[in-house]
């Protein structure tokens, strides 16, 4: 029976790992194609005791992230799995335009404690969750589809402690702003300001 279960798991998880297109955590821009969009956003993780640490964390957060577009009345979804860079940003490239969540995220905190955040709707309103083996693709409300060249996720906050709770909220900017941690304040521009200064010769942003 454990065998069986084993096996199931393994199958979704690989299930999951060909589904879900993949990209790193170093953004070298592309050459937009025609009709395609880039979607920018960032992720702030505060660790409030898990580890009886406080710290704030943006680097090689994996994010999932999935996408939803329409075109010519047939629709399609498609998972993204990517790394955030140093600042806690990340950007998916020459990707339909249409409507675009963040699943989840999965984040080491503490010492060697690795947190899987998946997320499900409760009407309108999406509630992140721990999870126990991977974080899904299963999106029940979608925001409207839009057709921009640059798509804002905006900046994702997440604040975790020691209790399993998960506060969650989104930004679309921080300048020299307080979040929980006393001893922390965080300057972030919004998603397309930071990729257009951090590479200002890309042609996504002109």
Request: net charge positive; aromatic share 12%.
């Amino acid at each position: 029976m454990k065998l069986i279960v084993r096996l199931i798991s393994f199958t979704v998880i690989i299930f999951y790992i060909i589904g879900c297109a993949t990209t790193h955590s170093i953004f070298v821009p592309k050459k937009p194609q025609p009709g395609k969009s880039i979607v920018v956003g960032a992720v702030l993780v505060e660790n409030t005791g898990i580890d009886d640490l406080y710290e704030s964390i943006t680097k090689n957060i994996n994010v999932i992230v999935v996408g939803k577009s329409t075109k010519d009345g047939e629709t399609t979804t498609q998972g993204y799995r990517l790394k955030t860079d140093e600042n806690g940003y990340f950007a998916i490239q020459n990707v339909d335009p249409g409507a675009y969540v963040l699943k989840g995220i999965e984040v080491d905190v503490g010492y060697a404690d690795r947190r899987l955040i998946g997320s499900r709707w409760e009407g309108k309103r999406q509630l992140f969750i721990n999870e126990g083996i991977m974080v899904n693709f299963n999106v029940r409300h979608w925001p409207e589809e839009v057709d921009e060249k640059v798509i804002n996720m905006g900046i994702h906050y997440f604040k975790l402690d020691n209790a399993g709770r998960i506060f969650h909220n989104n930004y679309n900017q921080f300048r020299n702003t307080q979040l929980y941690l006393e001893n922390k304040r965080y300057t972030m521009p919004k998603p397309p300001v930071y990729f257009k200064q951090k590479f200002p010769e890309s042609a996504w942003f002109d």
